[in-house]
């Protein structure tokens, strides 16, 4: 019989995780590179700067993550902190 | 006559008859219930219904419009869809409890006073608190008494607001209400308990995490989104909205990056959409209301499917801490598709829910100059999409392989979350279906070359992000642990005041009981040395004993005679 975990999966593989993550940077590249072409009418000046969502969204998220880290310091607490 | 009725008291009703009922034929009666209300609610006429008198008041248990019928057909859908994912679950008490909360949500939808507004408020969290008390552990317990605790506050304040406004305009009818007055306050802390506000949130990533796997989807429908519709229904157009809906978009998602319980990030990510939605209302154009009322609607479906698809997770597995889960996608497949399309939906992808609505809201925050406003609400789209759209998937389905291989979600849960993941997708790719059900007419086009390019730059860069940071090492992994959040402020600072004060008060009693003792010990000691078997006053006889005291007063009386 069949048992699913003796099975191999297609993301077991670390060469084709690799390839998803390229994935991911290639659609980066071509998104920015068409940013050229187009076209905007958003009211604010920054939204007109070239690539300004994808390095917003990519800046945003880096800082986001860090400065989560950096909370854990302060927040951090066992689980059963609240259990007395 | 069949308009007199609020179609949240057939739920309401119903409940009453599901105990008479076992098996098949109560899972009937529990998906004919929201059918029957929906029947009707798509009978109804716009306009005030089933008023009558009370006590010289005129309430309004009926009033139907197109804010008042939007919400109600989601929590209506909500409900059916509930229905379906709780099939399995043989508990009277959460199958009538989700029935009262359901009903009341949606009766309160249509209060068109204040009064009837507050009964169902009430009604609410009565069964919503039940659903918490459902799991029956120890941490449910005190987090479902903590969470009774701040509904009720509310639910007080909701209630002498009402009465300060009767005093005022010698009406109670639920209008704008506005911050000018005092009652108009209250209430405005009353709903802004319900959704959440900064400060006041806590009690939703408290109670949401210790409920039953099926209270829990029902928790993430309701009540926060009543708030909103009763927010958007009294205070359209508050300035301090804005920036108050801002920060709730902004800061949960701090939480969320770092919290280990999916079920408590998913909480933390439900705040971060109501701030969509309540930025939606401070605005207060017709644009920003339509879009306050179209992503209440998406984010009931896909948040519902998120916990749907956690739900299964730990009623599959028995955890939902990210610390012990991973690669369950090899045993639980339709679960993690269902999983990846809420992500998705949630995240604002082109081609799923949250794309159509939440745009709406941010336009109308570009159309009105708000820079700041618009540059923390792209933050947070980025971000929701960081916790929520990858994520949970990843670190639920995905990440290092955890070695557990659970069976695959139950039929019924399966079923529900296919439907809404369909109505997820179909409203993603249909958006004038969603569209036309707004109160007010649309104007927008959500599919334009440039909206779905920026959309998928800000998304994608922040995959690019995580990527980066997972294959750095630099992401912060899943830890068993639990991060300090307002709650702390009550629940370990006031706790220990009360505490401190309480040992204070013993202390001071002991000392008091000591001083007492010595006290009553030197007299005794005193007595004893003059009385007692070796004391001066008991070698006598009591007759010299008598003779002494009689002579003693003789002479003071003499002393007292001369002087």
């Known amino acids: ?84 | 006559m069949m308009n007199e009725l609020s179609p949240g008291l057939i739920l309401i009703i119903g409940a009453a008859l599901v105990p008479i009922f076992r098996g098949y034929a109560r899972s009937a009666l529990m998906l004919a219930l929201p059918v029957a209300a929906f029947a009707l609610t798509l009978s109804l006429p716009h306009g005030d219904h089933g008023q009558f008198e009370l006590f010289g008041l005129t309430l309004t248990t009926v009033r139907v419009d197109g804010f008042s019928l939007i919400f109600a057909y989601v929590f209506l859908l909500a409900s059916l869809l509930g229905m379906i994912y709780a099939l399995h679950v043989d508990d009277t008490l959460q199958q009538v409890a989700s029935l009262i909360y359901a009903g009341s949500a949606i009766s309160a939808l249509f209060a068109g006073d204040l009064l009837t507004l507050f009964v169902f408020w009430e009604g609410t969290t009565v069964g919503s608190a039940i659903l918490v008390f459902s799991a029956r552990t120890d941490r449910s317990f005190a987090a479902g008494m903590r969470y009774l605790i701040v509904q009720i506050v509310s639910g007080v304040l909701l209630l002498s607001g009402a009465a300060l406004l009767y005093v005022d305009t010698g009406s109670i009818a639920f209008g704008t209400i506005g911050l000018e007055t005092t009652a108009g306050i209250l209430i405005f802390i009353a709903f802004g308990i319900k959704c959440a506000f900064p400060l006041l949130h806590n009690w939703l990533q408290d109670s949401y995490p210790e409920a039953t796997v099926t209270g829990t989807v029902f928790l993430s429908a309701f009540t926060t989104k009543l708030a909103v519709y009763a927010l958007a229904r009294g205070y359209p157009g508050t300035e301090i909205l804005v920036p108050i809906g801002a920060a709730m978009t902004a800061f949960p998602i701090f939480y969320a990056v770092i919290e280990n319980d999916l079920r408590r990030v998913l909480a933390y990510s439900l705040n971060n959409q109501l701030g969509f939605m309540v930025v939606g209302i401070g605005i207060g154009t017709e644009l920003s209301l339509n879009g306050t009322a179209a992503h209440a609607f998406c984010h009931v479906i896909y948040k519902a499917l998120l916990f749907m698809s956690m739900g299964a997770v730990l009623f599959r597995v028995g955890t939902i801490k990210g610390s012990e889960l991973g690669g369950l996608y090899k045993t639980m497949p339709w679960t993690a598709g269902f999983c990846i399309v809420g992500a998705a939906s949630i995240s604002a992808f082109p081609l799923f829910s949250g794309f159509v609505s939440k745009a709406l809201i941010i336009t109308a925050a570009m159309d009105g100059g708000y820079f700041w406003t618009w540059l923390v609400l792209l933050f947070a789209s980025a971000g929701v999409f960081h916790h929520s759209g990858i994520k949970i998937p990843y670190f639920a389905f995905f990440a290092h392989d955890s070695g557990k291989r659970p069976p695959e979600a139950p039929m019924n849960m399966l079923v529900a979350m296919a439907i809404s993941a369909a109505l997820c997708i179909g409203i993603g790719v249909f958006p004038a279906s969603l569209y036309g059900l707004l109160p007010f007419p649309v104007d927008y086009v959500p599919y334009t070359v440039e909206h779905v390019v920026t959309q998928l730059q800000l998304l994608m860069f922040s995959a690019l992000a995580f990527s980066v940071l997972m294959r750095t090492g630099v992401y912060p992994p899943e830890l068993p642990s639990i991060n300090l959040d307002f709650d702390w402020f009550y629940r370990r600072f006031l706790f220990n005041a009360a505490r401190a004060l309480l040992d204070t008060g013993d202390r001071l009693r002991a000392r008091l009981i000591d001083i007492i003792n010595r006290q009553l010990s030197r007299f005794m000691s005193e007595l004893y040395r003059h009385h007692g078997p070796s004391g001066l006053l008991a070698r006598t006889w009591p007759t010299g004993s008598m003779a002494f005291w009689a002579t003693f007063l003789l002479v003071a009386y003499l002393v007292f005679y001369f002087l």
């Open chain 1, 1 to 84: 019989m069949d048992k699913p975990y003796d099975r191999k999966y297609w993301l077991d593989n670390p060469r084709n995780v690799d390839r998803i993550v390229w994935l991911v940077y290639g659609i980066c590249a071509v998104l920015l590179a068409i940013d050229w072409f187009v076209p905007k009418h958003g009211p604010f000046a920054i939204e007109h700067w070239f690539g300004f969502y994808g390095i917003y969204g990519f800046v945003a998220c880096v800082g986001l993550v860090l400065a989560a880290k950096e909370l854990r310091r302060i927040l951090m607490r066992p689980e059963d902190y609240y259990d007395e």
